[in-house]
């Protein structure tokens, strides 16, 4: 059964990096055909995908956020993390991890969503 | 960007057919996904590859398109369907998902 759930700081405020964690269970990130992505949603608004991680350690990026944008990996541990740099109130909303088909790129399982908001 | 473009919202009656649309900006070929979102739910994977139903869905979900046109079928709704439904592209990058139809039963 694959599970996935995310953690995070909850409030930070403008200038600060925010992290993230995915904690994955039910798959191995060092298997082939594999991927993790992050997608966030504000509040009341729609999905916006941020980055993919795959089995390589291959790393893909929306171009619109990339230079702000770190993701990363633990195999060991079945985490990905994804670090966001000099937040705005913009970044303000509810940020999901989700196994992902790296070769489609579709999201089949989600984690439940972590709430942060960004506030001075 | 490709622009996924999805009408705002629609209403119809329990046991109706119901068509989702999803139009693309560009070609986006048979990479079109499909999720269903509940309010205070995170979204979950519908259709993949246009016409493919996900593991577990039940098969009143239909999908199909190509090219830049795409069309969710419920068919027949149930109560239970209330929900948004995002289409998501993966031929362009970046990866893009529509603004959401709000689907809701009389």
């Known amino acids: 059964q694959v599970t996935l759930k995310e953690s995070g700081p909850g409030i930070l405020q403008p200038s600060q990096t925010l992290s993230l964690t995915c904690s994955f269970s039910?798959?191995?990130?060092?298997?082939?055909?594999?991927?993790v992505g992050w997608i966030r949603q504000p509040s009341g608004k729609g999905l916006e995908w941020l980055a993919t991680?795959?089995?390589?350690?291959?790393?893909h990026y929306n171009p619109s956020l990339k230079s702000r944008l770190t993701i990363s990996k633990d195999t060991s541990n079945n985490q990905v993390f994804l670090k966001i740099t000099s937040v705005d109130t913009a970044d303000t909303g509810t940020y999901y991890c989700?196994?992902?088909?790296?070769?489609?790129?579709?999201?089949?399982?989600w984690g439940q969503g972590v709430m942060v908001t960004v506030s001075s | 960007d490709t622009v996924l473009t999805q009408s705002p919202a629609l209403t119809v009656s329990p046991g109706e057919r119901v068509t989702i649309s999803c139009r693309a900006s560009?070609?986006?070929?048979?990479?079109m996904h499909w999720y269903q979102q509940k309010p205070g739910q995170q979204p979950t994977l519908l259709i993949y590859?246009?016409?493919n139903l996900e593991s577990g869905v039940p098969a009143r979900f239909s999908g199909s398109g190509s090219g830049t046109d795409f069309t969710l079928t419920i068919d027949p709704v149930e109560a239970d369907d209330t929900a948004t439904y995002y289409c998501?592209?993966?031929?362009?990058?970046?990866?893009?998902f529509g603004g959401g139809t709000k689907l809701e039963l009389k």
């Open positions: 039910g798959f191995l990130l060092s298997a082939s055909s594999v991927g």
């Open positions: 991680i795959g089995w390589k350690d291959v790393k």
């Open positions: 998501q592209q993966s031929w362009n990058d970046p990866w893009t």
């Open positions: 590859l246009a016409s």
């Open positions: 560009e070609s986006v070929s048979t990479l």
């Open positions: 989700a196994h992902s088909d790296p070769g489609y790129n579709y999201f089949d399982y």
